[in-house]
């Protein structure tokens, strides 16, 4: 099993529709969570990062955690075409030093006009 | 804040060389910098973890003799490719962590992509 499983997609959404990306990890002590985007050829941007159970808003995208289901998601509202990149999920576990993540296989999502 | 930059964008060279890249953190100082290894359509999959002043921890199937870290400052690490060859072409990218505030997020540099010949 992996240690932080996405779904490849790809995800493709209409410009103006709620993108919803989903995100499970395996190890029950992990401590924070974080959304990275990555455009074709670029490195990972920061979207969000998100550690305690609920929501949390910046802007059009939402993150949500739920530990008791292992669950993290991203939701982008509005979206639009320049929106369109991978998704890559991340995951510090508990007790792992220098704040070490494991990468989750990405979700790519496509915005199309 | 939170920029990391990595020199060079892009390198090309043959068999053999080594090469060397370098991740500088322009605006914080960094606890400890990351290097990820990305071949297309794959995700990032972390090659060692370096903190300043200490030797670089290497993520199990990685040659520490083959991927020379050196982390000298609190904002400088490099790594040299040893002895190149085609199979190591990749997207190289390091990140790194805050000292002192926000110690828990990774900001990544911009990455270098190698291409061995």
């Known amino acids: 099993q992996k240690e932080v499983e996405q779904n490849s997609g790809p995800l493709s959404v209409p410009e103006g529709a709620i993108a919803s990306l989903n995100c499970t990890y395996s190890d029950r002590g992990s401590q924070s969570f974080f959304w990275y985007r990555q455009y074709s050829g670029k490195s990972p941007e920061l979207i969000m990062s998100i550690y305690s159970n609920g929501d949390k808003e910046d802007g059009r995208f939402t993150a949500q955690l739920n530990k008791a289901s292992q669950y993290v998601s991203l939701l982008i509202r509005d979206s639009q075409p320049s929106d369109s990149a991978t998704y890559l999920c991340?995951?510090?576990?508990?007790?792992?030093?220098?704040?070490?993540?494991?990468f989750g296989q990405g979700t790519i999502l496509t915005v199309h006009p | 804040g939170a920029v990391v930059s990595q020199h060079p964008s892009r390198v090309i060279c043959k068999s053999g060389t080594s090469v060397k890249i370098e991740c500088r953190s322009l605006?914080?100082?960094?606890?400890?910098m990351f290097w990820y290894r990305q071949f297309p359509k794959q995700s990032l999959m972390l090659m060692a973890t370096?903190?300043?002043?200490?030797?670089?921890?290497?993520e199990q199937g990685v040659e520490k003799d083959k991927f020379l870290i050196n982390h000298a400052s609190l904002t400088l690490s490099t790594l040299t490719v040893t002895s190149a060859h085609p199979e190591d072409s990749s997207f190289y990218i390091c990140?790194?962590?805050?000292?002192?505030?926000?110690?828990?997020?990774?900001?990544f540099g911009p990455g270098t992509r190698l291409t061995v010949l």
């Open positions: 990140s790194a962590t805050s000292r002192g505030w926000d110690t828990d997020t990774q900001y």
């Open positions: 605006d914080f100082q960094a606890t400890t």
């Open positions: 370096s903190n300043e002043g200490s030797k670089a921890t290497y």
């Open positions: 991340a995951v510090r576990a508990g007790g792992t030093s220098y704040g070490k993540l494991t």
